[in-house]
């Protein structure tokens, strides 16, 4: 069984759907004062698409220089998890700008991570892959790139 959970593809591959929220996204950040209504209305999909998978595509830029990436990782409650997760960044040469861990609840703490991009960071791919490929990860979604 292949456990991929992540896969760069061809632009002519990608289904329009998810192409014109990409564009909707690009013009709520471009267009500070529309709305998600006219950014849907204006590159033709329904608002209802656009909530369901706004957080499942980005754009891909290759190890950007100064681009941020927002992980949030629901972990379990284990000794030494973070510092595991925080070396795997160390180990990609990504910048660390912010770090929130909930207090654990149930045994189940939630990560947010926000990582920049330098010139010298490795795969970023990858990097997502081996944090959540570590014991103890429930679950890992970016939810930004900039």
């Known amino acids: 069984m292949d456990n991929t959970k992540y896969y760069v ?11 014109k929220v990409v564009e909707t996204k690009r013009l709520l950040a471009s267009e500070r004062a529309m709305t998600i209504q006219e950014a849907t209305e204006k590159v033709g999909i329904s608002r209802s698409s656009f909530y369901k998978y706004k957080d499942d595509i980005f754009p891909f830029h290759e190890n950007e220089k100064g681009q941020t990436v927002t992980l949030v990782i629901q972990m379990d409650d284990i000794p030494g998890l973070l510092a595991e997760i925080l070396q795997e960044v160390a ?3 990504a910048n ?5 861990q909930s207090i654990p609840l149930n045994g189940v703490a939630t990560l947010t991570l926000s990582v920049e991009i330098l010139s010298t960071t490795g795969n970023i791919s990858e990097m997502v892959n081996e944090i959540e490929n570590n014991k103890g990860v429930q679950y890992l979604k970016i939810v930004g790139r900039e």
């Not at 591959?13 to 998810?18: D, E, F, I, M």
Request: charged share 25%; hydrophobic share 45%; no cysteine.
């Open 96 to 100: 660390i700008l912010t770090i929130h």
């Open 9 to 19: 593809v061809k632009k002519k591959a990608v289904p329009g759907v998810l192409l």
């Open 91 to 93: 180990e990609y040469r």
